[in-house]
C-alpha cells in the first residue's frame, strides 16, 4: 500500500568497496637542462597622468590611500589626500610597491596621428601657402595689403573683409593663399607656426635699411622649417634705396641671388606704388610648380588651427588652415583640448561654404572652447569620439598645471628670501587678447624680457574681456592687468578701481613691450655708474709748513674742483682714493680749474705724492638699470 511505501526506509544500494593502499607515485622524469625557460608575460604598465594625485596614484596601482600616504612619509615627503605628485615621485612610489608605470604628459599625443598613404589618383594640386616675414618696420603689412588690394582691384566683390589670419588671391594659374602672420623677432612661436604649414617664405627687406636681426631671425627660421625662400626688397621708391647693397647683405647670409648664381629669386617691389608685385606673384607660382603640390581632397580632413578667438554673438571662432582631405558642414572635429561640429563656414570675404579642400583657409563655428594657435586639427567619427580625445587632452592639461601651480607654492619660500636680500624682484601679468595667436605673441616677448634680478611672470592668460574674475586674481596676486584689443566688461572697471589694480588696454603690441620692459627697469635697483670727470698731471710738488706737500698740477681733461673725490693713480696703480682738501690757483684759493690750466692741490689726509702721478677726479651716479 501507499502508506507502507510510505513509511518503508530505501532500499539498500549496492556501493562498490573502496580501494585501499598507497596512491602510485608519478613517475620521476630528468628535466631538459637545455631546454629554454618558461615565457612570462610581462603585464603593460599602469598609466598615470603627470601631476595625478595621491589618490589617483593609489586607485590606479590598485593600493589604498593611507598605504601610499604611509610610504611617502617613510620617503620623507608629506602629502595630502589631493595633493599632485611629481613625476619623479610617482615613479618612486611605483618603484617601492615593485610596480611598473608609464607617466604620460599633455604634450604627448592622446593618440597617435594616423599615417597617411595616398595613392597617385587619389592626389590633385593644391593652393600653395605662402608665409611673409621680415622686420616690423620694413613694410610686411603695407606688402601684404597692396597684394590683398589687387584681389579686390581684380573685381572680387565686397573685397577682403573678414580677418581670418589667411586670404587669397588667384592668379590664371590658380589660387595663393597669404597667411597674415607677424613678422617680429619676438613672435617666435607664431612664426614657427606660420613655417609648419606654408610652402614659400617671402623675406621682406626694406631697400633702403637693409638687414637687421629680426631679418636673420626671420631667415634662420624658414631654414630650419625648409621652407623655400623667396625675398622682396620693398620701399624702392624711396631715397636712399639700394636694392643691391640689400644683395650683397643677404648673400652673406646665406640667400644669393638667382641673378648672382645662387638659387634664391630676388624681387623689387614697392607696396606703394604696387611696382613689382605682379612678378612676386609669379615667382611665388613658380616656386609652388617646382613643389608639384598635392594633397588627396577625399581623405577624412586636417589642418592647422591659424587663429582663434570668442566672439560675444558667435562663441568661439576658428580659423583653419585645411591641409588635408575637404572639410564640411557637419563634421566632428578635434583640436587639442577642443573638440566640436562644424555648424557654419566663412571663407576669407566672409562668405558662407559648406566644404573646404586642401590649401585654403576658413572660419569655423561649432567648436566649444578657443583651441591654441598652431595646433593641429582633424576630424573624427562622431562628436562623442571627438569629445572623449579633447577631454583625455584637458585633463592632463589640467593636472600638469596643477602640479606647477603647487610647484611653485613650495618654492614662495626661497623667492621670498631672495626679494628680502634684494636679490630678486618680480611683475606680475594677467595677460587678455583679442586673439590666441595676439596672447601667444605677447607670452613670447614677455618670456624675453627676464632678467637676473627681475622677471616678469604671467600668472593667468586668456582670450576675451578683461572680466571681474581677472581683476580679483589681480588684486589677490598684486598683478598687473594688461589688454591687448580688448577692454574691460561688466562691473570690471568699478572693481579695478575699488580694489586698486591697474588696467592697462593697447591695440599695439610693440607699445606693450616698451612699456613693460620701462616698468622692469623701474624695478631693478638703480646701478651705481662711475664717471671721471676731470683729470691732472702733477709737474711738480712743494712743501709748505701749515698745508704739508702742494701737488703742482696740470688740468688735462675736465674741470677740478675743491672737494672732488680724487683717485692718486702712480704706474697704473691707485695709491690714494680720498678728496681734494685745497686748491689754488697762484695764491688764490678758487672753487674750480678747468682744462689747460695750472693749479696746486693738496690732498686730505695724504702727503706722499710725486712728479708724473695722475690725479683723477670721479663722481658715482645711480642710474636705472637696462634690462
Known amino acids: 500500500?501507499?502508506?507502507?511505501?510510505?513509511?518503508?526506509?530505501?532500499?539498500?544500494?549496492?556501493?562498490?568497496?573502496?580501494?585501499?593502499?598507497?596512491?602510485?607515485?608519478?613517475?620521476?622524469?630528468?628535466?631538459?637542462?637545455?631546454?629554454?625557460?618558461?615565457?612570462?608575460?610581462?603585464?603593460?604598465?599602469?598609466?598615470?597622468?603627470s601631476g595625478a594625485t595621491v589618490k589617483e596614484v593609489a586607485e590606479s596601482l590598485g593600493l589604498s590611500t593611507p598605504e601610499v600616504i604611509k610610504k611617502l612619509m617613510t620617503l620623507g615627503e608629506m602629502a595630502t589626500l589631493t595633493q599632485t605628485l611629481s613625476d619623479d615621485a610617482i615613479q618612486l612610489l611605483a618603484d617601492e610597491f615593485d610596480k611598473k608605470v608609464e607617466i604620460v604628459h599633455a604634450a604627448d599625443e592622446v593618440e597617435e596621428e594616423p599615417r597617411y598613404e595616398d595613392s597617385e589618383d587619389e592626389l590633385s594640386s593644391r593652393s600653395p601657402v605662402v608665409t611673409v616675414m621680415g622686420h616690423?618696420?620694413?613694410?610686411?603689412?603695407?606688402?601684404?595689403?597692396?597684394?590683398r588690394e589687387t584681389e579686390v582691384a581684380a573685381g572680387e566683390a565686397g573685397g577682403i573683409t573678414q580677418h581670418i589670419g589667411a586670404y587669397q588671391v588667384h592668379r590664371d594659374e590658380g589660387a595663393i593663399t597669404f597667411l597674415d602672420t607677424p613678422g617680429h623677432q619676438a613672435f617666435t612661436a607664431m612664426r614657427a607656426r606660420g613655417g609648419q604649414v606654408a610652402d614659400v617664405a617671402v623675406i621682406v627687406v626694406a631697400a633702403d635699411d637693409g638687414v637687421m636681426p629680426q631679418t636673420v631671425e626671420a631667415i634662420d627660421h624658414a631654414k630650419a622649417?625648409?621652407?623655400?625662400?623667396?625675398?622682396?626688397?620693398?620701399?624702392?621708391?624711396?631715397?636712399?634705396?639700394?636694392?643691391?647693397?640689400?644683395?650683397?647683405?643677404?648673400?652673406?647670409?646665406?640667400?644669393?641671388?638667382?641673378?648672382?648664381?645662387?638659387?634664391?629669386?630676388?624681387?623689387?617691389?614697392?607696396?606703394?606704388?604696387?611696382?613689382?608685385?605682379?612678378g612676386l606673384l609669379d615667382d611665388i607660382v613658380t616656386i609652388a610648380e617646382i613643389q608639384e603640390l598635392r594633397a588627396n581632397p577625399g581623405a577624412e580632413a586636417s589642418g592647422t588651427v591659424i587663429e582663434s578667438r570668442l566672439d560675444p554673438g558667435r562663441g568661439p571662432v576658428v580659423s583653419i588652415l585645411v591641409q588635408r582631405g575637404t572639410l564640411r558642414v557637419g563634421d566632428a572635429l578635434v583640436a587639442g583640448a577642443s573638440w566640436g561640429r562644424v555648424r557654419a563656414m566663412n571663407d576669407y570675404r566672409g562668405e558662407r561654404v559648406d566644404a573646404v579642400r586642401p590649401g585654403e583657409p576658413t572660419e569655423v563655428l561649432g567648436f566649444d572652447g578657443v583651441p591654441?594657435?598652431?595646433?593641429?586639427?582633424?576630424?573624427?567619427?562622431?562628436?562623442?569620439?571627438?569629445?572623449?580625445?579633447?577631454?583625455?587632452?584637458?585633463?592632463?592639461?589640467?593636472?600638469?598645471?596643477?602640479?606647477?601651480?603647487?610647484?611653485?607654492?613650495?618654492?614662495?619660500?626661497?623667492?621670498?628670501?631672495?626679494?628680502?636680500?634684494?636679490?630678486?624682484?618680480e611683475l606680475t601679468l594677467i595677460v587678455k587678447a583679442d586673439v590666441a595667436g595676439s596672447?601667444?605673441?605677447?607670452?613670447?616677448?614677455?618670456?624675453?624680457?627676464?632678467?637676473?634680478?627681475?622677471?616678469?611672470?604671467?600668472?593667468?592668460?586668456?582670450?576675451?574681456?578683461?572680466?571681474?574674475?581677472?581683476?580679483?586674481?589681480?588684486?589677490?596676486?598684486?598683478?598687473?592687468?594688461?589688454?591687448?584689443?580688448?577692454?574691460?566688461?561688466?562691473?570690471?572697471?568699478?572693481?579695478?578701481?575699488?580694489?586698486?589694480?591697474?588696467?592697462?588696454?593697447?591695440?599695439?603690441?610693440?607699445?606693450?613691450?616698451?612699456?613693460?620692459?620701462?616698468?622692469?627697469?623701474?624695478?631693478?635697483?638703480?646701478?651705481e655708474v662711475e664717471?671721471?670727470?676731470?683729470?691732472?698731471?702733477?709737474?711738480?710738488?712743494?712743501?709748505?709748513?701749515?698745508?704739508?706737500?702742494?701737488?703742482?698740477?696740470?688740468?688735462?681733461?675736465?674741470?677740478?674742483?675743491?672737494?672732488?673725490?680724487?683717485?692718486?693713480?702712480?704706474d697704473g696703480t691707485v695709491v690714494y682714493d680720498g678728496r681734494v682738501g685745497s686748491l689754488r690757483r697762484f695764491k688764490d684759493d678758487v672753487r674750480e680749474v678747468q682744462e689747460g690750466f695750472e693749479c696746486g692741490i693738496v690732498l686730505e689726509n695724504f702727503a706722499d705724492v710725486k712728479v708724473e702721478d695722475v690725479l683723477e677726479a670721479h663722481e658715482t651716479r645711480q642710474v636705472e638699470r637696462a634690462l
Request: net charge negative; proline share 6%.
Open 136 to 147: 616690423v618696420d620694413h613694410g610686411k603689412t603695407s606688402l601684404l595689403d597692396a597684394i
Open 372 to 425: 591654441e594657435a598652431g595646433e593641429h586639427v582633424r576630424t573624427v567619427d562622431h562628436e562623442r569620439r571627438a569629445r572623449q580625445l579633447a577631454g583625455e587632452r584637458a585633463t592632463r592639461l589640467k593636472t600638469e598645471a596643477l602640479a606647477r601651480r603647487q610647484g611653485v607654492r613650495i618654492s614662495l619660500e626661497d623667492i621670498f628670501e631672495r626679494a628680502q636680500k634684494g636679490e630678486a624682484a
Open 439 to 527: 596672447l601667444e605673441a605677447l607670452e613670447d616677448e614677455i618670456a624675453k624680457l627676464p632678467h637676473d634680478q627681475v622677471s616678469a611672470t604671467v600668472i593667468h592668460d586668456g582670450v576675451g574681456g578683461i572680466n571681474e574674475s581677472d581683476v580679483m586674481l589681480a588684486a589677490a596676486s598684486n598683478a598687473v592687468v594688461i589688454g591687448f584689443n580688448v577692454r574691460p566688461v561688466g562691473d570690471a572697471a568699478q572693481v579695478a578701481t575699488r580694489e586698486g589694480v591697474e588696467i592697462r588696454t593697447y591695440s599695439v603690441i610693440y607699445r606693450v613691450v616698451e612699456e613693460l620692459r620701462a616698468a622692469l627697469e623701474g624695478l631693478l635697483e638703480p646701478e
Open 531 to 570: 664717471q671721471t670727470v676731470a683729470t691732472a698731471e702733477i709737474r711738480e710738488t712743494f712743501r709748505a709748513s701749515r698745508v704739508g706737500t702742494i701737488a703742482g698740477c696740470y688740468v688735462t681733461s675736465g674741470t677740478m674742483r675743491r672737494g672732488a673725490q680724487v683717485r692718486l693713480v702712480r
Open 225 to 278: 622649417a625648409e621652407v623655400p625662400m623667396m625675398v622682396a626688397i620693398n620701399k624702392i621708391d624711396k631715397e636712399g634705396a639700394d636694392p643691391n647693397r640689400v644683395r650683397g647683405e643677404l648673400a652673406q647670409q646665406g640667400l644669393t641671388p638667382a641673378d648672382w648664381g645662387g638659387d634664391v629669386e630676388f624681387r623689387d617691389v614697392s607696396a606703394i606704388t604696387r611696382e613689382g608685385l605682379d
Open 1 to 49: 500500500s501507499q502508506a507502507s511505501r510510505r513509511g518503508a526506509p530505501p532500499p539498500m544500494q549496492h556501493q562498490p568497496p573502496r580501494r585501499r593502499g598507497r596512491r602510485r607515485k608519478t613517475p620521476w622524469v630528468e628535466p631538459d637542462l637545455n631546454a629554454p625557460p618558461p615565457e612570462v608575460k610581462e603585464e603593460p604598465p599602469t598609466k598615470l597622468n
